[in-house]
């Protein structure tokens, strides 16, 4: 299977709300770096926690617009086209990294000034 499949499919739970499904694709001991890179969460247990509260991490009105993926040696590149109720369109790039076809670093890069005006 394309690495860009199974982050297309782990979107594709996101969107559906299963998380359950979407860590089956995360290695035990991932990390997954938070926007501004200063926040890190280390561990399945932790990341799926987080899971939880996705909705509140997002601004009001946030909305994927279209996505597409850049796929290189072990890694994927997913560039997310978004907009909100404060901003009219945007986008944010999240950086999956493998080892085989396990995810074991998801980073996101985000503009996180313009992330805290949506709210």
Known sequence: ????DIVQ?????????????LVTDYEDDMSFI?????????GL???RKALDSLGQIFPPGFSINSMRHIEGANEVVSIVEWSSDKI?????TVLFRFNGEKIFEERWFIDT???KSAF
């Open 113 to 115: 000034e313009q992330w």
């Open 45 to 47: 247990p932790a990341f």
């Open 9 to 21: 499919r782990g979107w594709e739970a996101v969107a559906a709300g299963d998380f359950d499904a």
């Open 1 to 4: 299977m394309a690495l860009s």
């Open 34 to 42: 938070m926007p501004g890179q200063d926040d890190i969460l280390e």
């Open 88 to 92: 009219v369109n945007s986008q944010l």
